[in-house]
């Protein structure tokens, strides 16, 4: 099993900055693709940014220029730094991970984490 823990978020005015971090942890060989997500209520869960199992960043076009993913590959976290905010960019956001644990060998599973909300206030 895989446990994402999500960290950062909260309340910021427009034009203001967040962090948002995400640690996995568990029984883990290889974790494959790794970033954010974010929902917001009546709406499908939407890519924020993401690290891909091709080694490739993809952000959602909303956020480019704004949004910076980064990562501790030794600490399996990524962090979402956050310039520029803007109100529509309130949501929860959802870590996520696609990671091959013994058990699923050769095979990975996506695990997501509980949820984070960010709020942003014009």
């Known amino acids: 099993q895989v446990h994402l823990v999500e960290s950062g978020g909260g309340l910021v005015q427009a034009g203001g900055s967040l962090r948002l971090s995400c640690a996995a942890s568990?029984?883990?060989?290889?974790?494959?693709?790794m970033g954010w997500y974010r929902q917001t209520p009546g709406s499908q869960r939407e890519l924020v940014a993401a690290?891909?199992?091709?080694?490739?960043?993809n952000y959602a076009d909303s956020v480019k220029g704004r949004f910076t993913l980064s990562r501790d590959n030794a600490k399996n976290t990524v962090y979402l730094q956050m310039n520029s905010l803007k109100p529509e960019d309130t949501a929860v956001y959802y870590c996520?991970?696609?990671?091959?644990?013994?058990?699923?060998?050769?095979?990975?599973?996506?695990?997501w984490g509980q949820g984070t909300q960010v709020t942003v206030s014009s």
């Open positions: 568990g029984n883990i060989v290889r974790i494959n693709a």
């Open positions: 690290f891909t199992s091709g080694s490739s960043t």
């Open positions: 996520n991970a696609d990671a091959t644990t013994p058990r699923s060998f050769p095979r990975n599973n996506a695990y």
